[in-house]
């Protein structure tokens, strides 16, 4: 049977194409708030190396803030608009829908929208993610890896020393400059 995991149709480019969609969850205004800070905070913040973290989850619990500042982001680019997406639901599930038992997010913090057959859009409800990296595991394992982890600067106190990065098995965590705080991954097939 054909995996539908692997196709990049048309359709989709163009779908992406014309929702002028940026590659972030987030918007602009987190940039915004980041060089805000270049006049007040150091010239370097903490940032995750997305082809690094090894989605241990230590994200979650090792912030010394509550949510975490760390959050998933979606690069749409590289999504496959999966009906069977890896990053959201549970495996094993009998019924592939939007109920909380199919949900791999403990949060309920993506949401999934129906495109067009078979395709569906899977957004992040920033307020909700507690950057547990569940979704950034199943979207690895049997997905593009669309979905990653960043350290949010709206939200981070840029610590001297990021207990995450001091917790993070692969060292994925390191100091980037102020001017480019976010290490975003790179789309493909547009
Ligand atoms: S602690 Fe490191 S490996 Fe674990 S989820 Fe965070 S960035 Fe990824
Ligand atoms: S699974 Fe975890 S990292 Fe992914 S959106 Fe939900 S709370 Fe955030
Ligand atoms: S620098 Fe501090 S606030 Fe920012 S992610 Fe690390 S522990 Fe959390």
Same mark, same amino acid.
């Given at each position: =049977?054909?995996?539908?995991?692997? +196709?990049?149709?048309?359709?989709? @480019?163009?779908?992406? /194409? %014309?929702?002028?969609?940026? !590659?972030?969850?987030?918007?602009?205004?987190?940039?915004?708030?980041?060089?805000?800070?270049?006049?007040?905070?150091?010239?370097?913040?903490?940032?995750?190396?997305?082809?690094?973290?090894?989605?241990?989850?230590?994200c979650e619990t090792h912030c010394v803030l509550t949510p975490s500042a760390v959050k998933c982001?979606?690069?749409?680019? =590289?999504?496959?608009?999966?009906? +069977?997406?890896?990053?959201?639901? @549970?495996?094993?599930? /009998? %019924?592939?829908?939007?109920? !909380?038992?199919?949900?791999?997010?403990p949060t309920g913090a993506i949401k999934r929208t129906f495109i067009e057959d078979p395709y569906f859009e899977y957004t992040i409800i920033e307020e909700l993610?507690?950057?547990?990296?569940?979704?950034?595991?199943?979207?690895?394992?049997?997905?593009?890896?669309?979905?990653?982890?960043?350290?949010?600067?709206?939200?981070?106190?840029?610590?001297?020393?990021?207990?995450?990065?001091?917790?993070?098995?692969?060292?994925?965590?390191?100091?980037?400059?102020?001017?480019?705080?976010?290490?975003?991954?790179?789309?493909?097939?547009?």
């Amino acid at each position: =049977m054909e995996d539908k995991r692997l +196709l990049k149709p048309q359709k989709r @480019r163009e779908f992406v /194409r %014309n929702a002028g969609r940026i !590659a972030l969850l987030l918007p602009i205004g987190y940039y915004g708030g980041a060089l805000l800070k270049a006049t007040t905070a150091e010239a370097w913040v903490w940032q995750i190396d997305p082809y690094e973290c090894g989605q241990c989850g230590r994200c979650e619990t090792h912030c010394v803030l509550t949510p975490s500042a760390v959050k998933c982001y979606h690069q749409y680019q =590289m999504c496959g608009y999966c009906d +069977l997406c890896g990053g959201y639901l @549970r495996q094993g599930i /009998r %019924n592939i829908n939007t109920g !909380a038992e199919s949900q791999l997010c403990p949060t309920g913090a993506i949401k999934r929208t129906f495109i067009e057959d078979p395709y569906f859009e899977y957004t992040i409800i920033e307020e909700l993610c507690i950057g547990c990296a569940k979704c950034v595991k199943g979207c690895a394992d049997f997905g593009n890896g669309s979905l990653y982890l960043q350290i949010n600067h709206d939200i981070c106190v840029n610590c001297n020393e990021c207990s995450i990065a001091r917790a993070c098995p692969p060292q994925a965590i390191k100091r980037v400059p102020l001017s480019e705080p976010y290490l975003l991954k790179e789309g493909y097939g547009e």
